[in-house]
């Protein structure tokens, strides 16, 4: 009630909704309910609100294909749509109205670019959605699936993981979602839940032809029983992506589904159902990782045969005239990779989402990969991040350890120091829950150690002994001083300090709301509430030989609290509600199945503060990196959609882009033959060798002398106003010249991103080709006239840039965060270029929080508008392409700011660093794949690779 009024509220106030009239909302409801809610509920009920309206949702963006589609969805059609209503009606129970609104306008987006199911004729789409990981996309799909039954699909198939539990989930929350029963096997009588409570008409349940058991999947034998025609209501089907039960259910919709028989072919058609197929978590299992061969002419072998998985989903498309397939996934790589002309007569096209790729905005309280390490720099590194030493884990449990081993600490069977801390702030999370009125919500720790089963027993035997000492002492009050020293001493110098700098570190002014709801507490609140913790707290031993299980479901009223002890099961697709304190030392060098694996992202509102992260340091790089470069990608996605780019032009980009390799060998066949090229990138230091800076520093040095005076980088092209400089700029540089300055840095052997001798070559070979012939040279200072900071470089005396050690190790390489300003790649453009760059940057603007987006438009062009306008030129306001030009900008680092020791870093030798902003080509240039292969194995340390 208090919801409605307040979104009254919010369209006469801009969307504006405050807490005194969040207030003032609940003060007209709560007098009708004065003897069913007591004090602290009205509390929970007000900080729920607070939440529910304190947060803004990202845009969504949409790449299109060229196809023959006919443009269909109106107000109209959507009149009396009544699942899709109910299920609005169910969600605003439990999202913010933004965030329903907004699960609106987002199906809308990817239902439009299916097809009417009531067009006639033959018709396919196949499409991809990216969202984030653990943002919600069950959540989008379920919606999708109600709009497209209320549209007329006939034949929904949700694929739903490679796991019976994974499945299992998936079904239950269909059936709160869409079905509106519990699908509960031969059950005359069906319970109603989640939407089946909002609109109780039974006329419109939807059929179900699998259940929410673990052994609910499609069988052949229940399925005898199914009958299906054009007239009756939806089914829905969620399975496994497994060869038995595909295999059932394709030859199910043959024998008893099919109404028309191809007389060229003799293939059994279904022509009267509109199918829709939803792959959850697309890029794994469906992916074609067999290499189809195509002739000089780019034809396809007819004769190829697909993996059982991807020939299964394309022989269950095939089967139908009218169909539409929606890929979901975080990780959309291999998606990618899939060669847009793969196809067979048998199994019909591969599984490319030629007809659209949508990438979902997050809400501003998505804290993902982005969010999180980008914070990991500073307060946020020791606090939610918590690295862990190379001994321990590691003689507890070696890496490379075999099935069977027996983990031991000092030859005890026992838990490592770092896993009984981890274990602690697990504790200290339910606590400080409970005392914020979450005391009936679930919370949760995973800890991921080990994929063998048998270890997983082991270790949750471990964890269960630590857990009952701990239990027992507190509430028995045995031998308690020693161990209720040291946890206060724990939590008053270590866990409540960290709580709030991450409260400093994640929220800003704009978040107040938020904060509001992470109230402070002292240890004798949580030692008071600690024996009831403790004895609420269970571990679970989650994986396919242990008959454990998450049951959220049967504790909803009182929430589970849970140490989950797993592998395969918990590293893709299940949820871990509450998700508090992760330990994890598993190891992959593939970067979507190590995104996957971090279940830590998600939603965390009102206890963001108490989640703790337990992993190495080497992770926390690699998720650093991944996270930078997925970033990327999704930035130069968003100025593709803007400028109207296609999923084959996305295609083409991705297999040319300098880092990502990012997923198996098998699935990246079809990249092999692309060239290495940075067209289109920023490149910059950002990992440096001690050794190397006196030299680097030499030649730069050299280099700047070489090019002269130059002038004052103020005098620029065409400045901003207001924006001012402190530096030196060099125009017509020759690539000669870039060319020998790069041979003469040495790049960091670690650095991921940056080789400099590979970037030289790269630019010989656009030079050669008459791309990138002259370049743009800028000497970047600070401006604050601090002369303590200034230092002299090729005869120019500028500022130095102070940038923080951003790694754990003190002793190895000097590591940070990023190197540019934001504002820099803008150096020398003109006034009609700044213009044009900043227009395809607030149009590509989506005000995603993850994305580092800022809360409104920008009013400064983006890196990837500016190349891409250097690259493409601006037809409508004359600029042709300047692919000719790129931009060196040298920066110096002042060694002090590094806060490392002087032994590691002399305090007096600056360090040289550079960036290159390159402008995007057509012309296929780069270096050779043979070249591209050998340099990503040495640089990145894959263990796949690409050929």
């Not at 239902?111 to 499409?127: S, T």
Request: charged share 25%.
């Amino acid at each position: 009630m208090a919801q409605k009024m307040l979104r009254r509220e919010a369209r006469v106030n801009n969307g504006d909704v405050t807490m005194s009239l969040i207030r003032k909302s609940l003060d007209k409801v709560l007098p009708l309910f004065e003897d069913e809610i007591d004090q602290s509920q009205q509390d929970e009920i007000f900080s729920e609100l607070i939440r529910r309206w304190s947060f803004s949702i990202g845009r969504n963006a949409t790449l299109k294909g060229d196809g023959n589609h006919v443009d269909w969805l109106n107000a109209e059609r959507k009149a009396n749509w009544r699942y899709w209503a109910r299920y609005a009606d169910y969600m605003e129970r439990h999202l913010p109205q933004k965030a329903v609104d907004a699960l609106d306008v987002s199906t809308d987006e990817v239902l439009q670019q299916l097809e009417d199911p009531q067009r006639p004729g033959a018709w396919d789409r196949r499409g991809l959605v990216v969202g984030h990981v653990q943002s919600g996309k069950t959540g989008n799909y379920t919606g999708l699936i109600c709009k497209a039954a209320d549209a007329g699909y006939k034949i929904i198939i949700v694929l739903a993981g490679l796991h019976n539990n994974l499945r299992s989930q998936t079904q239950v929350r269909l059936d709160e979602g869409f079905l509106g029963f519990e699908s509960l096997p031969n059950q005359e009588i069906l319970s109603p839940v989640g939407v089946g409570l909002e609109d109780t008409d039974i006329a419109i349940r939807p059929n179900n032809g699998t259940n929410r058991t673990e052994r609910g999947d499609f069988s052949t034998s229940v399925a005898r029983g199914f009958g299906v025609t054009p007239e009756d209501r939806p089914w829905l089907f969620v399975v496994k992506k497994q060869k038995t039960v595909l295999t059932n259910l394709n030859n199910w919709i043959q024998t008893r589904v099919a109404d028309h028989t191809d007389p060229a072919t003799g293939r059994k058609i279904v022509t009267n159902l509109p199918l829709l197929v939803i792959d959850d978590e697309c890029d794994h299992g469906s992916v074609d990782t067999q290499e189809q061969v195509f002739d000089e002419n780019g034809r396809p072998d007819d004769e190829h045969n697909p993996t059982t998985i991807n020939r299964l989903i394309r022989t269950l498309l095939h089967s139908f005239s009218r169909k539409a397939y929606v890929g979901y996934t975080a990780t959309p790589f291999a998606n990618i990779f899939i060669h847009n002309r793969s196809e067979t007569p048998e199994y019909g096209p591969d599984l490319f989402p030629s007809a659209f790729i949508t990438s979902l905005g997050a809400p501003s309280n998505y804290v993902g990969p982005g969010r999180l390490f980008r914070s990991a720099q500073g307060a946020a590194s020791s606090s939610l991040l918590r690295p862990l030493s190379e001994k321990d884990p590691s003689e507890w449990l070696p890496i490379g350890h075999k099935n069977g081993y027996l983990p031991r600490w000092e030859g005890a069977e026992d838990v490592p120091p770092s896993l009984k801390e981890a274990v602690r702030s697990f504790v200290y999370a339910c606590a400080v829950r409970k005392l914020r009125g979450q005391g009936s919500k679930h919370c949760s720790m995973l800890v991921h150690v080990t994929r063998f089963t048998s270890v997983q027993g082991e270790v949750k035997s471990q964890i269960e002994a630590y857990h009952r000492q701990l239990r027992d002492r507190f509430t028995r009050r045995i031998d308690i001083a020693e161990i209720e020293a040291e946890m206060r001493t724990e939590f008053e110098a270590v866990f409540r300090p960290s709580m709030a700098s991450v409260r400093e570190t994640f929220f800003d002014d704009g978040d107040e709301r938020q904060v509001e709801l992470m109230t402070d507490v002292s240890w004798g609140d949580v030692r008071e509430v600690l024996p009831d913790v403790l004895a609420d707290i269970v571990v679970r031993e989650i994986n396919g030989s242990a008959k454990d299980a998450l049951d959220y479901e049967d504790s909803r009223n009182t929430g589970l609290k849970v140490i989950a002890v797993g592998g395969d099961k918990l590293a893709r697709g299940l949820t871990l509600e509450g998700l508090c304190t992760s330990y994890f030392v598993r190891t992959t060098k593939m970067y979507d199945t190590l995104m996957q694996m971090g279940r830590w992202f998600g939603y965390r509102d009102g206890y963001l503060d108490v989640c703790r992260l337990y992993t190495s340091p080497e992770m926390i790089k690699w998720f650093g990196h991944i996270a930078e470069a997925a970033e990327e990608l999704r930035q130069d996605f968003d100025a593709m959609a803007a400028s109207g780019g296609t999923p084959r032009d996305f295609g083409l980009r991705v297999r040319s882009h300098s880092t990502l390799t990012v997923t198996s060998r098998t699935k990246m066949r079809h990249a092999k033959p692309m060239k290495i090229s940075f067209s289109g990138d920023l490149l910059q230091t950002i990992v440096f060798d001690p050794k190397a800076v006196q030299a680097n520093f030499t030649s730069g040095d050299r280099f700047l002398r070489g090019l002269g005076n130059g002038v004052d980088l103020n005098e620029q092209r065409w400045r901003a106003p207001g924006t001012n400089w402190s530096g030196r700029l060099w125009r017509q540089v020759s690539a000669e010249e870039v060319i020998d300055f790069l041979q003469g840095y040495s790049t960091h052997e670690n650095s991921y991103r940056v080789r400099s001798d590979l970037l030289a070559r790269f630019v010989r070979v656009m030079a050669d080709g008459g791309e990138l012939t002259e370049w743009t040279v800028a000497l970047v200072g600070r401006s604050d006239g601090d002369p303590e900071a200034m230092k002299c470089i090729g005869g120019c005396r500028i500022g130095m840039l102070k940038r923080s050690h951003n790694n754990s190790e003190q002793n190895g390489p000097y590591s940070i965060g990023t190197l540019i300003s934001s504002r820099d790649q803008a150096i020398d453009l003109t006034e009609a270029q700044w213009q044009a760059a900043l227009e395809l940057s607030q149009k590509a603007w989506r005000g995603d929080r993850e994305s580092d987006d800022e809360k409104g438009p920008p009013k400064n062009p983006g890196g990837p508008a500016i190349r891409r306008i250097l690259g493409e030129g601006d037809p409508v306001r004359g600029l042709r392409h300047e692919r000719e030009r790129g931009l060196l900008m040298l920066y110096l680092l002042d060694p002090k700011g590094s806060e490392l020791d002087r032994s590691v870093l002399d305090p007096d030798q600056p360090i040289l660093a550079w960036a290159a902003s390159l402008p995007g080509s057509s012309s296929g240039r780069g270096l050779s794949d043979k070249d591209y292969m050998a340099n990503t194995v040495e640089w990145e340390g894959f263990s796949d690779g690409l050929g």
